[in-house]
C-alpha cells in the first residue's frame, strides 16, 4: 500500500513539497509500469493530488512537472504549434525551434524566463557609464535581455569592477560565424569597460553530449580556442576543461587551471551538494537512462559565476560580481547558478542574453555547425559564402520580380537583411536597405549580394588573423595566470 508519509504535511518549504511532488510522480509511473494493483495504484494517485493541491495552496501556482519553485523555473515546452501561436517556442540548451518565420517571440521568451528586457534607458545607462556608442548588438535589440545589468552598473560607478565569463562548446573543428556573436560582444565590453575575461571550453559537455570521442573534443576545443583568439582577444585566460582530470596540463587541460586555483573545484563540489537530483531534472530535463556526467556538469559550468573560481586572477576574492553575455538558451545553467550562489556565500551574476542567430534557410532554427547548408563557417571561400547565400538563405522577397516591385519584400522573416543586422555597423545604411526592401525597390538578389559583400571580406579578415595563431599561441592563453588588474 501507498505510504502516506509521503503527503504535504511534513513539507516546510515549497522546494520541499515539490520534491515530493516528483518523487510521488515517479512513484505512480512505477506502480503502473509494474501493473500494480489497481487500488494500490489509485492510493499512489490520490496521494499525488493531495499534494499538488497542497502545493497550489502553499505558491498560489499549479504544480508544473520542470518547473521548481524558485528562479530556476522552465515552464516545460511540448513543442510549438502548428500555427506558431499557442504554444511556447522550444528554447532549451541543447534545442531551439519555433513555427514562426519571424523566429522566436523574445517577448514571450523573457516572461517565460522571468529575466528583465534591455530597454533604451539601460542602453543609455551603458553608454553614459562607459563612455562609449552603445555596441550595435545592443542598439538592434540582439542582446535583448538581462539580469542585474543595472546592478552591475551601479557597482561600476562606485568603482567597484566585475569580471566577464562566456563560453563555448567545441562540438566541430571549424566555427561558423553565428558563433562569433557573443565573443564580438564580449570583447567589446572587455574594451570599454577595461575589465577581465574568462572564456570557457566546453569539451566535456561535448563529449557527454555528443557522439564524439575524447580527442576529438580536446582537438575541436584547440581549433576554436584559435578562432576565439583571432576575434582580437588581447589578455583573456581561456580555461579549456578536460572529461579526465589527468589529461595534458600543457595543452590547457581543467588539472592545470584547478593546480593554480584549487577554489574552483572546491566550488564545483559546493554547488554539487546545494543542488538536488529533482531541481537538475526538472530545469535540463535529465531521464534515469543519462550519465552522471550530465547530471554533474551543470555545476562545472556554474563554477566560473564565482571570481574565488579564479585565484591567479582574483587573489581569492569571492566578492566580485560576474557578468555572463551568452545566448538565451543558455540561461538555465545560470538561473540554477543565481539560486544557489546566496547558499554557498557569493553573489549573483548578472547576464545579457542575445537572440539566436538563424540558420540560412530561416529564423525557425538557429544556425547549426552539424549542417554545412545551413551555416556559414569561418572556413568558408569567398565562393562558397556566395554560393550558400544565393542558393540557401531564405528570402523574404516575392515570387517574381514585377510582385516584388509591386508590392516589396518582408524583411522581418528574409535571412540576408537578418544578417546584416548582425554585421552591418551602419545604423542608417541598415535602414535604407530596410525601407528599400520593403518598398520593392530592391531586390532579393541585390539583398543577397550585398550581404555576400558584408561576409566575404569579414571572414577573410579573420582567417588572416587566425593564421598568426599558432599552438603556441593557445598554450599561452590556457596557461593559468595573473592578469593585469587591480582589484
Known sequence: MTDCQGDGDGANTPMELYDKLNVQGEKVRALKTAKAEKAEIDAAVQLLLKLKVDYKKMTGQDYKAGCPPSETCIIPDNGPAADGENNEDTVD??????????????????????????????????????????????RRGIFFSHRDMHQVLDAYEKNKSFYLYTGRGPSSEAMHVG?????????????????????QLTDDEKYLWKDLTIEECHRFAVENAKDIIACGFDDPCLAIKKSTLFYDATQGSLDCLVLASPEFYRNVVKIQKHVTFNQVKGIFGFTDSDCIGKIS?????????????????????????????????????????????????????????????????????????????????????????????????????????????????????????????????????LEKIRQDYTSGALLTGELKKLLIETLQPMIAQHQERRKQVTDETVKQFMTPRSLNFNF
Not at 513555427?99 to 517577448?107: F, I, L, R, S
Not at 558563433?179 to 572564456?199: E, G, N, S
Not at 547565400?389 to 535571412?415: C, I, L, Q, W
Open 179 to 199: 558563433h562569433l556573436i557573443p565573443f564580438i560582444f564580449t570583447k567589446w565590453l572587455q574594451d570599454v569597460f577595461d575589465i577581465p575575461l574568462v572564456i
Open 297 to 429: 556538469f551543470p555545476a562545472i559550468q556554474a563554477a566560473p559565476s564565482f571570481s574565488n573560481s579564479f585565484r591567479h586572477i582574483f587573489g581569492g576574492r569571492k566578492d566580485i560580481q560576474c557578468l555572463i553575455p551568452c545566448a538565451i538558451d543558455q540561461d538555465p545553467y545560470f538561473r540554477m547558478t543565481r539560486d544557489v550562489a546566496p547558499r554557498i556565500g557569493y553573489p549573483k551574476p548578472a547576464l545579457l542574453h542575445s537572440t539566436f542567430f538563424p540558420a540560412l534557410q530561416g529564423a525557425q532554427t538557429k544556425m547549426s555547425a552539424s549542417d554545412a547548408n545551413s551555416s556559414i563557417f569561418l572556413t568558408d571561400t569567398p565562393k562558397q559564402i556566395k554560393n550558400k547565400v544565393n542558393k540557401h538563405a531564405f528570402s523574404g522577397g516575392k515570387d517574381t520580380v514585377e510582385e516584388h516591385r509591386k508590392f516589396g519584400g518582408n524583411p522581418d522573416v528574409d535571412v540576408s537583411f537578418m544578417y546584416l543586422t548582425f554585421f552591418l555597423e551602419d545604423d542608417e545604411q
Open 93 to 138: 540548451p541543447w534545442n531551439v525551434s519555433t513555427t514562426n518565420a519571424k523566429g522566436v517571440d523574445y517577448d514571450k521568451l523573457i516572461v517565460r524566463f522571468g529575466s528583465s528586457k534591455i530597454e533604451k534607458e539601460l542602453v543609455d545607462r551603458i553608454e553614459k557609464v562607459s563612455g562609449q556608442k552603445a555596441h550595435r548588438f545592443l
